[in-house]
């Protein structure tokens, strides 16, 4: 079976500190990867997707994914975080499995931004 | 307004009783999703919908059924609920150009059985 796995259900880091988000996947078939995040109370909003090309992908608000065909992993990186980072973050994949479709979502990893 | 819409937004009920979930969207997508969310499990798939005579069942759908009354709209039963059906229910919905088209959510709803 599919499955995305979140190596960290926490990661407590200091403000402008660096931080990585892990993601690994386990898939034979081609895949699309997504990155969302989700604020207390609220749904769930896209970060970025990586869907083809270049495998390094960016966000709007500072946040990078790059994926790893070989390790099959999209780990989401931030070089400096701010206190209203603090979320949780899903890594999630989509793909075609013989007569339907998977849309597998990972455990989740709460960032928990202190000052 | 949201572009997607649940409600209600909260609700506590007791085992055994009919529930049902409503969510709308204006987006104009032809796609529709439920997923429950538990700590620490993530989001696991319901079912799904790629237009209104496409219904699929997802991860999770036993205790569970789903109607698609029209593109816009789609709700989520529980026939007899159980206490093990507490989670916080989400609808998402997609454009139906591929499956490289991210979801967008509702702001959930959180159901407690007792």
């Known amino acids: 079976a599919q499955s995305v796995t979140q190596l960290d259900s926490q990661v407590p880091v200091f403000e402008e500190a660096p931080v990585e988000l892990r993601c690994n996947y386990s898939s034979s078939v081609s895949v699309y990867l997504f990155w969302y995040v989700q604020y207390p109370n609220q749904g769930l909003q896209l970060l970025l997707k990586y869907l083809s090309g270049s495998t390094l992908v960016e966000s709007i608000n500072g946040f990078e994914a790059e994926f790893n065909k070989s390790q099959t992993s999209f780990h989401l990186r931030k070089p400096s975080v701010h206190i209203s980072d603090t979320a949780e973050y899903f890594c999630a994949v989509t793909l075609s499995e013989g007569q339907g479709f998977s849309f597998i979502f990972g455990k989740g990893t709460r960032l928990l931004v202190k000052p | 307004d949201a572009d997607v819409t649940q409600t209600p937004r909260n609700r506590i009920t007791k085992t055994g009783k009919r529930i049902m979930l409503e969510c709308s969207q204006t987006?104009?997508?032809?796609?529709m999703y439920w997923y429950r969310q538990d700590p620490g499990l993530g989001l696991r798939l319901i079912y799904y919908?790629?237009?209104?005579?496409?219904?699929n069942k997802g991860e999770i759908s036993d205790g569970y059924s789903v109607s698609r009354q029209a593109q816009a709209k789609f709700s989520l039963s529980l026939e007899s609920a159980i206490p093990n059906q507490t989670a916080l229910y989400f609808c998402a919905t997609s454009a139906s150009r591929g499956l490289n088209q991210p979801q967008h959510f509702g702001d959930g709803t959180r159901l407690s059985i007792l």
């Open positions: 919908s790629f237009d209104v005579k496409d219904i």
């Open positions: 987006k104009g997508h032809d796609r």
